[in-house]
């Protein structure tokens, strides 16, 4: 337990947050897109590719339900998309965000269990993991699948990190970190006592602030420090 927060559990996003995906979701989308027949340019595409914008955080089979309607295309759009962004992550197109691996093994350090998780399906969180070499990094890794099916916004990832963990007595002993509105109201809903914004994604100071951010942090490096521990 850290001596200035009480924090014994972190629960991290990935992509945005301690991974640098620079614009892959997009990327993905635009492929997935046009494998359903989405024309590039069009109405219709500029409108999709602005809800993906404003859902960053959000499982994606959520996100392609609202944007397809029925399960089937739905369904079928995620899939194009898991493929075409492990495609790009096979081919180098990811990195972590500068020390973020250093604040991670420093929460560790100092006693703390940390937990990664996605809006990503599992095969495509195992890809992120393995491209960066971050399969022993930490305790648990966590996709909507493993938590019952639903993603954020819903604080179920973040209940199941502390249940599968058991590494805090109360959600006030959780910090959450994420880049998104959806990582915010994730956190906030599952009670956790730190709930920190990180400028390195999709959202902004605006938007963290207006889903509900306890803090907010230039970069995941900054979170060790808000809890009172130094990095090496």
Request: include cysteine; aromatic fraction near 4%.
């Amino acid at each position: 337990m850290t001596k200035d927060t009480g924090t014994r559990l972190v629960v991290l996003d990935m992509a945005g947050t301690t991974v640098a995906d620079g614009g892959l979701v997009e990327l993905a989308f635009d492929a997935a897109a046009q494998r359903l027949g989405v024309r590039p340019g069009g109405a219709d595409h500029a409108e999709m590719l602005d809800h993906v914008r404003a859902t960053m955080g959000e499982s994606k089979i959520s996100v392609f339900r609202q944007l397809f309607g029925d399960e089937d295309t739905a369904r079928r759009a995620n899939s194009a998309f898991e493929e075409a962004y492990g495609e790009l992550v096979d081919a180098g197109r990811i990195a972590p965000v500068p020390g973020a691996r250093q604040a991670i093994e420093a929460l560790r350090a100092a006693g703390l269990t940390v937990v990664l998780t996605t809006g990503f399906a599992r095969v495509t969180q195992d890809a992120i993991l393995d491209a960066l070499g971050w399969r022993d990094l930490v305790e648990l890794t966590l996709c909507p699948a493993d938590a019952g099916g639903r993603g954020r916004p819903y604080p179920d990832m973040v209940l199941a990190a502390l249940l599968r963990t058991r590494a805090a007595d109360s959600v006030r002993e959780i910090a959450v970190a994420g880049d998104t509105s959806y990582d915010m109201l994730s956190g906030r809903r599952a009670g956790a006592g730190i709930v920190a914004g990180v400028l390195t994604g999709a959202h902004g100071t605006q938007q963290l602030t207006d889903a509900g951010a306890t803090h907010l942090l230039g970069s995941v490096a900054e979170l060790p420090a808000l809890l009172g521990i130094g990095v090496v």
